[in-house]
């Protein structure tokens, strides 16, 4: 298996513009985890998905931020509209099992301007 | 609830000298405990795992971790440093929440390791 794989990887946007990160986990994963990555607040657990229906997603920021996992081998974290201050690093994980390792993909570089 | 705390937000060693990076958990189950690596500007890499086996645990690149359950700790240990080591350490706890197992990080902690 390739891993999870993200899409893009750097993405720049301006301001106002919608954003839609992708992500495709392992196959055969039935857990997904949407992460942040910024200096101020660390690693931030955003949603998560269990066998493609979203349990928790308490750490998404704001109504801005929306998540979806039509199947198994594919989500998608959308912010509309962006501002500057989503500007961070986004990673998507999966993993086969609770209690198991998360994988990770290489993350998305989001920057608004 | 489950939290994970760094003791240290940087560690600076020198090349050769032992590593160690402090981690302390708390969870309501009997936890997962991980060690991710990340290197500057790359995803996160797994380092070791404790799945509730042996105590101490081997992991990559000379790591070791181990489990201590009384003192609620998880430090990770390399008896040489080496330059490549420098990076961003996350100690990781994933214990049911909610019925559902969701893996928790720590801040992190930046080694810098000198020639």
Known sequence: DAGVIQSPRHEVTEMGQEVTLRCKPISGHDYLFWYRQTMMRGLELLIYFNNNVPIDDSGMPEDRFSAKMPNASFSTLKIQPSEPRDSAVYFCASSSRGGTEAFFGQGTRLTVV | ?115
């Not at chain 2, 489990?67 to 961003?88: G, I, R, V, W, Y």
């Open chain 2, 1 to 115: 609830a489950q939290s994970v705390t760094q003791l240290d937000s940087h560690v600076s060693v020198s090349e050769g000298t032992p590593v160690l990076l402090r981690c302390n958990y708390s969870s309501s189950y009997s936890p997962s405990l991980f060690w991710y690596v990340q290197h500057p500007n790359k995803g996160l890499q797994l380092l070791l795992k404790y799945t509730s086996a042996a105590t101490l645990v081997k992991g990559i690149n000379g790591f070791e971790a181990e489990f201590k359950k009384s003192e609620t700790s998880f430090h990770l240990t390399k008896p040489s440093a080496h330059m490549s080591d420098a990076a961003e350490y996350f100690c990781v706890v994933s214990g049911v929440s909610g019925g559902s197992y969701i893996p928790t990080f720590g801040r992190g902690t930046s080694l810098i390791v000198h020639p």
